[in-house]
C-alpha cells in the first residue's frame, strides 16, 4: 500500500477491493464475441465471430447528466448505471445497430468500493438487458475535483448493424406514421429544471407523487428499448428511429426528417405520466414547452410506412412494450403539437 499517495487521497487498496467486488457483476454480461477479461489495459471484442457480410459499427457516448444530483441526494446509487447504457445503446439502435459491448467511466472524490459495485452493478444490469457485454471501464479517484461524496458516470458503447439495413431516415417520406413507444419516466433529460421546479416549489424527495415518493419517480431508470426494437425490425421496413432525449419531440424527431418535411402530433394518442404533469404544474411550465424539454411518456419514435403500423404496434405490444399511433410526417416543416 503507498501511504505516501493514501496521504494525497487516493486509496489504491480500495481499487483493488472495486475491482474484486465487480468482477462477478461484469462476467454476467458475456456474449458471444466477447475476448479476455476485465483487468486488461482494452477490452477485446471478434468481429468475426457474428459472420456478418459488410458489417457497419456505430458508437454512441453519453452520460445521465444532473440527474446523479438527485441519486446522490437519495444515497440510491443501484440504476443510475442503467440510465448510462440506455442513453448509449438507444443512440445506437436509432441507426438500426444491435449493442455489442459497452465501457464505463467513473469518477469519484473518495473510493468506496460498496457504492461503486452499486453503480457498476448497474451498468452490469443495464448490459444484460440491451444484450452487450461490459468489457471494460475505468475508476477514477479524484480527492480535489470532486467531493468526497460525490461522483459522475459517463459510457461509451458500440453496435453493429449490416451496412445493407443500415437506418438513416432516407427513406421517410410525406405520409409515414410514427408509433411511439412508452417511456418510464423522466430517463436521464431535463434535471436541471427538474432540481429548480424542486427547490422553488420546496418539494420533498419523500413527497408522494402517484403511489410512490417523488424520488422513486425521478429516479426510475431510463428504459432500454433494443430487444423490442430488433424484433420490429425483423418484419417490418422501419424508415427511421428516434430516440426521444434532451430537446424533447421538437430537437429529436426532425433529425430523421428531408428538407421541407416536419411532423403533425396528435396530443391525447397516447397518455402523458404523471410525472410530467407534476412537473408542469408545480414549476408553472408552459404546456407546450414539456414538448421541448422532455419525453412526455414517449422514449422511443419509429417512423413506418402506414400500412405497417399494425404490425409494427403488435409486435411492440408483443414484447411487452406499449406503443401507440401518436403521429405523421408531413409536407410541411416544423413541429406541430395537435
Excluded at 6 to 33: C, F, M, P, Q
Excluded at 138 to 163: C, H, L, N, Q, R
Excluded at 168 to 195: C, E, M, P, Q, T
Excluded at 258 to 264: A, E, L, S
Amino acid at each position: 500500500m503507498s501511504s505516501t499517495y493514501g496521504k494525497a487521497g487516493v486509496n489504491l487498496e480500495a481499487g483493488y477491493e472495486v475491482v474484486r467486488r465487480i468482477k462477478k457483476h461484469v462476467s454476467s454480461t458475456d456474449r458471444l464475441g466477447v475476448m479476455g477479461n476485465i483487468g486488461s489495459f482494452g477490452g477485446m471484442f471478434d468481429l468475426s465471430l457474428l459472420n456478418m457480410k459488410e458489417p457497419v459499427l456505430v458508437s454512441g457516448t453519453d452520460g445521465v447528466g444532473t440527474k446523479l444530483v438527485l441519486a446522490q441526494m437519495m444515497d440510491k446509487h443501484d440504476t443510475i448505471g442503467q440510465d448510462v447504457v440506455a442513453m448509449c445503446v438507444n443512440d445506437c439502435l436509432a441507426q438500426g445497430a444491435e449493442p455489442l459491448f459497452f465501457l464505463d467511466y467513473v469518477a469519484v472524490g473518495k473510493n468506496e468500493p460498496a457504492k461503486i459495485e452499486q453503480i457498476v452493478k448497474g451498468v452490469a444490469d443495464g448490459c444484460i438487458l440491451a444484450g452487450c457485454a461490459l468489457i471494460g471501464g475505468e475508476t477514477a479517484e479524484m480527492p480535489g475535483m470532486y467531493a468526497e461524496d460525490e461522483y459522475d458516470i459517463a459510457g461509451f458503447s458500440v453496435g453493429v448493424v449490416e451496412k445493407s439495413k443500415l437506418i438513416d431516415g432516407s427513406k421517410v417520406k410525406v405520409g409515414d406514421k410514427l408509433v411511439g413507444i412508452a417511456s418510464s419516466g423522466v430517463h436521464s433529460n431535463g434535471f436541471s429544471l427538474v432540481r429548480k421546479i424542486l427547490k422553488d416549489a420546496n418539494i420533498n424527495l419523500n413527497d408522494d407523487l402517484d403511489g410512490r415518493t417523488v424520488g422513486e419517480a425521478l429516479l426510475a431508470p431510463t428504459k432500454i428499448y433494443i430487444k423490442p426494437v430488433l424484433n420490429v425490425l425483423k418484419d417490418v421496413d422501419v424508415h427511421a428511429i428516434c430516440h426521444i432525449t434532451g430537446g424533447g419531440f421538437d430537437e429529436n424527431i426532425p433529425r430523421v426528417l428531408k428538407d421541407g418535411q416536419g411532423i403533425k402530433i396528435n396530443h391525447g394518442s397516447w397518455p402523458i405520466l404523471p410525472v410530467f404533469k407534476f412537473l408542469e404544474e408545480k414549476g408553472n411550465v408552459d404546456h407546450r414547452e414539456m414538448f421541448n424539454v422532455y419525453n412526455m411518456g414517449i422514449g422511443m419514435v419509429i417512423v413506418v410506412d402506414e400500412k405497417d403500423v399494425d404490425k409494427t404496434i403488435e409486435i411492440l405490444k408483443a414484447n411487452n412494450e406499449d406503443a401507440y399511433l401518436i403521429g405523421e410526417v408531413t409536407d410541411k416543416p416544423g413541429v406541430v403539437i395537435l
